[in-house]
């Protein structure tokens, strides 16, 4: 599912208008290598793809805790056999690529005295993920109010880095939080969560005619599932679950 409109203001260059969510394509001639034939059943998005592992145990009394890990140990087979991570595919040479970031949005008012969430970075994070930043809380597509912690990439997204696999990555993104309550109005709430993504695209750089453009795209999953619920099937969240555990391997 592909958001119609960023939820997080998209952060860009100020020298030219920046182009929201749209997709981009560079002729084949500008590839940085020539990458191998990807499996027709290939997921890709817009910007940044790859699975990361998402837990979000129920620990009694209505507390909850959440993690996300891009390289979790021995985390199994990602739902279309792509190797988890976060990375971007069709990179070009002559393209540049800066203001990636994740948002990961939970149900729920959560402020620094009300109901806060501690967020600790996991043995797999890289200093190179900036964050979290929280932001004031918002109600959803679905209709519930949900709390935004925004990370930020600082590295430099170089496009010779691409890997042998056709693939450019960025370092690992691992968090998770301590204990906190999905208790509103005197019962539990289901722990969901959006998970959006975003970076700003150059398609021929800095001193190219073309302007840049703001890939992104936005799903939900936690108890609830995938939002809206049809979506269930090709283009939302795909699980390799383990129910009793309540692990999810997703895009998001």
Not at 32 to 50: C, Q, T
Not at 229 to 242: C, F, K, L
Request: glycine content about 10%; hydrophobic content about 30%; some cysteine.
């Amino acid at each position: 599912m592909t958001a119609r409109s960023a939820s997080t203001p998209a952060s860009g260059p100020s020298r030219r208008a920046v182009a929201t969510g749209l997709a981009w394509s560079v002729p084949a001639v500008a590839m940085v290598s020539a990458a191998p034939a990807f499996a027709a059943s290939l997921r890709k998005d817009p910007g940044i793809n790859g699975w990361v592992q998402v837990t979000y145990p129920k620990l009694g009394n209505c507390n909850r805790s959440l993690e996300v890990n891009s390289a979790p140990s021995g985390g199994g087979r990602t739902p279309d056999g792509a190797p988890y991570g976060l990375y971007l595919y069709d990179v070009s040479k002559d393209a540049s690529y800066s203001d990636a970031k994740l948002v990961y949005w939970v149900r729920g008012t959560h402020t620094a005295k009300q109901n806060p969430i501690t967020w600790r970075t996991g043995t797999q994070h890289s200093a190179q993920w900036s964050g979290p930043v929280l932001g004031a809380a918002q109600t959803k597509a679905d209709g519930f109010m949900y709390t935004p912690y925004t990370w930020t990439y600082t590295g430099t997204i170089d496009p010779k880095n691409v890997k042998d696999d056709g693939r450019l990555y960025l370092e690992n993104f691992h968090v998770h939080t301590s204990s906190f309550s999905q208790m509103e109005g005197g019962r539990c709430v289901p722990l969901d969560f959006w998970a959006y993504r975003e970076i700003v695209v150059d398609p021929d750089g800095p001193n190219g005619p073309r302007s840049p453009q703001t890939l992104h795209f936005e799903r939900r999953n936690g108890d609830s599932g995938p939002y809206p619920p049809r979506a269930q099937g090709r283009s939302a969240v795909m699980p390799d679950a383990e129910d009793a555990a309540q692990v999810q391997s997703h895009s998001l």
